[in-house]
């Protein structure tokens, strides 16, 4: 009779300990054992859910939520253990679902312009992109993440809103590091020429 392994305990507040398993033991393991994925989502279903809102907005996060952790569930046999954290995985999985709504994104965006959402600082361009979230968004930013391409605010989002590391949203996409750098700075260039002529104004 096989030996099991109960999951790791639980700390009061509700998070996983951070003695127990890497994501890729968990992961691995729940191919015998599908019940110890839902560790993965306890893990994770906060950080991926804001990442949803603040490219979304709140009505559409549940939904690409919850999807994003079936498709997860459904490709955990093709999970490389390599990666010892399924984040940029997961955010990846997010990205693509996400992609699907662009045109909803966008309408997203426009919205908050239309809405005022609460100023940034426009003379700390910089500052304001690493910065942003999607309740804080300065008009002229959502109004500039609408005119990015799809790839761009995807690079962008990811380092800016999710705060992965360049080579962790490189493995998202699925492309080299250097791509994703190009598309930040050119996303970051863009924002920043449309704080400035705000500046002028």
């Known amino acids: 009779m ?7 305990a639980r700390p ?3 998070t ?3 003695t127990g398993p890497t994501d890729a033991a968990v992961i691995e393991r729940s191919r015998a054992e599908p019940e110890l ?3 993965i989502f306890d893990r994770y279903h906060a950080r991926i859910h804001r990442y949803a809102a603040a490219r979304l907005g709140m009505a559409a996060a549940e939904d690409i939520t919850a999807d994003t952790f079936l498709a997860a569930f459904d490709q955990r046999h093709r999970y490389d253990p390599a990666h010892p954290e399924a984040r940029a995985w ?4 997010a990205t ?14 426009r919205a908050m312009r239309r809405a005022g959402s609460q100023d940034a600082d426009p003379g700390h361009a910089d500052r304001v992109v690493d910065r942003m979230a999607a309740a804080q968004l300065h ?14 605010r995807a690079a962008l989002t990811l380092v800016a809103f999710a705060q992965l590391s360049y080579a962790e949203a490189a493995v998202a996409l699925g492309v080299p590091s250097g791509t994703v750098a190009s ?4 996303a970051r260039r863009k924002l920043r020429t449309a704080l400035e002529a705000l500046n002028d104004e």
């Open 2 to 8: 096989p030996v099991t392994h109960p999951p790791p």
């Open 12 to 14: 009061p507040d509700g």
């Open 16 to 18: 996983v300990d951070a």
């Open 37 to 39: 994925f839902s560790l």
């Open 90 to 93: 997961l955010y990846g999985i």
């Open 96 to 109: 693509r679902l996400i992609s699907r709504h662009r045109r909803a994104e966008v309408r997203f965006y």
């Open 139 to 152: 008009p002229e930013i959502a109004r500039g993440l609408a005119r990015l391409s799809g790839n761009d």
């Open 183 to 186: 598309r930040v700075n050119r």
